[in-house]
């Protein structure tokens, strides 16, 4: 299997190399140099992240996606999304907070280890974006946990929430 | 046709390919069964609507289609005064479960003879005897305090319990492990086999149909684009579709041929993306990153000619706001390059002997229990139907394109994923067959006045199977109500006969092969 495995990557097959890949502007790699330094200095290499949504359209949660792709690939950053918010130092709240997602959001957040950082993807997270007003949400994450940053767009695409954790970071170790 | 099963005259209005038959209540089972057996109708949805304004009554609509007509046979019942009942028609029509429950918790009209009528949509917490899509309803702050904290439990609503040795449960949920969305999954397992699964969804409804009400019908695209971020652009084409059908616009030629082709791309990346997630549920590590490569490809390129990854902001009420066809140049060189590439993939899993051997077999739904349920896209056509929305009900441009509705006997994972690949390939093709004509007139047609109290459904095929929208005006042109019924709300209720017994871990894969959204499913 071992053997295998060397054979493919010495013959260049399955493997995904970068010239195939879509290009990120060089804009965005100076970003992502940046939110490395950043990381390495305050999170020890290592930031956790677990992903909650509450009640969004789910364009926002794809968006986090991508970043683990390997275009973004976030994680040679040290940025992970982890399973359980135990093990997280950053929640990233989605969605205007729908009122049946407000408890589990509460629990999710009381479970995180402190210090940890709340970070709000995505207009709905800000007033309730395009469903503010609707009798089924709570116009904003604000109003059920405490918000550190918000990250606004309708979606974010990868490249703002990674310009956003990079802001993130800068606002941190003031 | 339906004189024939009633003895008196009824009292039908005809409105495009639209048949609305007005019945009373003991006719309803009658008239519903005739079109279920005898004429093998599939029962597309049930809504009800608050028309108390016009004539005080409630309706409750049954929207059937008869395989090879392309006509909607939509019988209709009026619930007025004390009697806010009506017969339920769940079983004998087993598809037809989830939206009375829906409909009782929205409206409060009691699907009378229901097998379970325990609500749905509404949690415990949220008020009894409340019913927000009726249009005198308001809620007190304190209740919605105690509805968003959620310990209360103003009406009881238990899990079923199964019984019996070695018997455990297993609760999933709302919070998942993944970056997904929320949901309870209650596993009953005996070992490691999934004996019972009961799903409670419903975390994420934003009262999106009522909220729909406060805005105009313009205004509205905005939130159809918003229901479910995977699938924008089928919601806001079969939400345009449905206003314009109202309101007796005739959309140009090319704002035509601008949807069908924002469809098949948006169809596209979700197919192909899903094809790679599901190597997430069997751990080949390396389709998964091919698959988000090639859906990343695509969404930037959304990006480029669109402005939207999500293909937002095109789709207007009369039309679309810019021409796609001046891009041809980057699609075509852009597919050219996903061909290839999604070819490569599919070899490559194809290939994997340890990925398609826990796909094959895995989370069966036979063609008898697909059919019951009301299961609808790619996950219906896996179980052996050939229905599809695009051929069904021929709208936009698609009959001028050569295709066919992909299909397979197996119903399995593997089936699901085969669909999905010949799909792909074919939304390819369409796009390329797009490019070959050009289209005439302009972007958008003018939006005149909408006329009071008119009605008409607007659908769509999005990535997940047939999605529909009906809207209705009110006396000054505005929303009465707008019901939109997804094609997760469909299918969901099928997923725990496709995975019983299947073992438990293998229920991320199962539930990846469906690919449902709890947004566009809540609501
Ligand atoms: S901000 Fe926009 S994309 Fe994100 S969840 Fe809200 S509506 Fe969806």
Redesign the pocket.
């Known amino acids: 299997m071992i053997k295998e495995i060397f054979k493919n990557l010495a013959a260049g097959k399955n493997v995904i190399s970068k010239a195939d890949l879509p290009a990120l502007s060089a804009e965005e790699e100076k970003k992502l140099i940046d939110l490395q330094k950043g990381i390495d200095r305050i999170f020890g290499k290592s930031l956790r992240i677990r992903q909650v949504d509450a009640?969004?359209?789910?364009?926002?949660?794809w968006?986090c996606t991508a970043l683990t792709n390997p275009v973004y690939d976030i994680q040679r950053f040290g940025i992970d999304f982890v399973a359980s918010p135990r093990h997280a130092d950053l929640i990233l709240v989605?969605?205007?907070v729908s009122r049946q997602m407000e408890l589990a959001l509460k629990k999710t957040y009381l479970a995180t280890p402190e210090p940890r950082i709340v970070v709000a993807?995505?207009?709905?997270?800000i007033d309730g974006?395009?469903?503010k007003g609707s009798y089924a949400v709570t116009n904003g994450v604000a109003n059920v946990i405490p918000v550190d940053y918000y990250i606004p767009?309708?979606?974010?695409s990868p490249g703002d929430l990674l310009s956003g954790f990079l802001k993130l970071l800068v606002t941190i170790t003031k | 046709m339906i004189e024939k099963v009633l003895d008196k005259a009824v009292k039908t209005r005809e409105h495009l390919n639209e048949l609305y038959i007005e019945i009373s209540k003991e006719h309803l089972k009658k008239v519903c069964m005739y079109l279920y057996e005898n004429k093998d109708a599939l029962l597309r949805l049930i809504f009800a609507s608050d028309e108390r304004e016009i004539d005080g009554s409630f309706r409750v609509y049954y929207v059937f289609s008869i395989p090879g007509v392309d006509r909607f046979f939509i019988p209709l019942i009026s619930l007025k005064g004390d009697d806010l009942s009506f017969p339920s028609i769940t079983e004998l029509i087993p598809s037809a479960h989830w939206y009375e429950r829906e409909i009782q918790d929205m409206f409060g009209l009691v699907p009378e003879g229901h097998p379970d009528p325990r609500r749905l949509l509404l949690h415990e917490a949220f008020p009894a005897q409340s019913h927000p899509l009726r249009k005198d309803w308001g809620i007190s702050d304190d209740d919605l305090k105690e509805w968003g904290e959620g310990l209360a439990r103003k009406e009881k609503n238990e899990f079923m319990k199964v019984e019996g040795e070695g018997v455990y449960e297993i609760p999933v949920g709302p919070v998942h492990a993944g970056i997904i969305e929320p949901g309870h999954f209650r596993f009953s397992a005996i070992g490691e086999t999934i004996f019972f699964l009961e799903p409670r969804l419903f975390y994420t409804h934003k009262g999106t149909e009522k909220h729909f009400e406060g805005m105009s019908f313009t205004e509205g695209v905005r939130l159809a684009e918003?229901v479910s971020?995977t699938s924008s652009f089928s919601h806001s084409s079969a939400y345009c579709m449905a206003v314009e059908r109202m309101a007796g616009i005739e959309i140009p030629e090319k704002a035509k041929a601008v949807r069908t082709l924002l469809l098949e791309m948006e169809r596209l990346y979700n197919h192909i993306g899903d094809i790679g997630n599901m190597c997430a549920g069997t751990g080949l590590a390396v389709g998964y990153s091919r698959g988000a490569v090639i859906k990343e490809r695509l969404m930037q390129l959304n990006d480029r000619i669109t402005g939207s990854r999500?293909l937002r902001g095109i789709n207007i009420v009369g039309g679309v706001t810019q021409d796609i066809f001046i891009y041809a140049e980057d699609i075509l060189s852009i597919l050219d390059l996903v061909t290839k590439e999604y070819k490569g993939l599919m070899k490559l899993l194809l290939g994997t002997v340890s990925h398609v051997e826990r796909l094959e077999n895995t989370g069966r739904l036979s063609k008898d229990i697909a059919m019951k349920m009301g299961v609808t896209g790619v996950a219906a056509r896996a179980s052996g139907s050939n229905d599809d929305i695009r051929k069904a009900h021929t709208h936009l441009l698609y009959d001028r394109l050569v295709f066919e509705a992909h299909s397979s006997a197996r119903g399995d994972v593997f089936a699901r994923m085969m669909v999905r690949a010949e799909e792909a390939e074919c939304s390819i093709s369409m796009i390329e067959a797009l490019f070959e004509s050009s289209y005439q007139g302009g972007l958008a047609e003018e939006v005149k006045e909408i006329p009071q109290h008119a009605s008409a459904l607007g659908y769509s095929e999005s990535p997940r199977g047939s999605l529909f929208y009906w809207v209705m005006s009110d006396k000054n042109g505005r929303p009465l109500r707008v019901k939109l019924r997804s094609p997760s709300f469909c299918n969901w209720p099928a997923v725990p006969f496709a995975v019983h017994g299947n073992i438990v871990p293998d229920f991320p894969l199962c539930n990846k092969s469906f690919n449902l959204s709890y947004s566009g499913c809540d609501m």
């Open positions: 009640g969004s359209c789910n364009a926002c949660e968006e989605t969605g205007p993807c995505g207009d709905c997270t974006g395009v469903y767009g309708c979606p974010p | 918003r971020g999500y």
